[in-house]
């Protein structure tokens, strides 16, 4: 889910382009948005902090309704609104339409190739390159 958080500060860039091609840049400008100390890397604090951004009611868990309600707050284009709900899924891995601490750790690890314990702009960029791509297949 932190990948939702993470493309947050991206709303504007994507609502003026309506495009996530090419998906490498795309990728790219998600990491500088998300790598909030500017260090080169993210780390589970900066996650957290993206994460809080989201969670509206502060239990420690991001509904799907809170997520895109707080998507929708920035804009109404329904194309837009599809995509962050696409990632809200993909980052949703247990599958109960919350995404919580779990999907971040579970989600982290997937994205931190080599368990150095952050995410370079290379591991981030090379995994949402790929997520871009098949939803844009899906639009």
């Known amino acids: 889910m932190w ?5 947050l500060p991206l709303l504007p860039s994507i609502a003026l ?7 490498n840049e795309t990728a790219a400008a998600a990491f500088t948005a998300t790598d909030l100390n500017h260090d080169g890397h993210i780390d589970k604090p900066e996650i957290e902090n993206l994460f809080k951004l ?9 509904s799907g309704d809170e997520f895109m309600a707080t998507v ?9 609104n599809f995509i962050f709900w ?8 247990t599958n109960n339409n919350v995404v919580d601490h779990i999907d971040i750790d ?7 190739r080599n368990g150095d314990n952050v995410v370079s702009r290379q591991e981030y960029t090379q995994y949402f390159a790929h997520q871009f ?3 844009d297949k899906e639009i």
């Open 86 to 93: 696409s990632l809200f899924n993909i980052y949703d891995i």
């Open 133 to 135: 791509e098949l939803m």
């Open 3 to 7: 990948s939702l958080l993470l493309c």
């Open 17 to 23: 382009s309506l495009d996530l091609q090419p998906h």
């Open 72 to 80: 929708r707050s920035h804009q109404h284009d329904a194309r837009i």
């Open 106 to 112: 579970r989600l982290f690890a997937l994205i931190d």
């Open 54 to 62: 989201f969670d509206t009611n502060h239990d420690g868990r991001v």
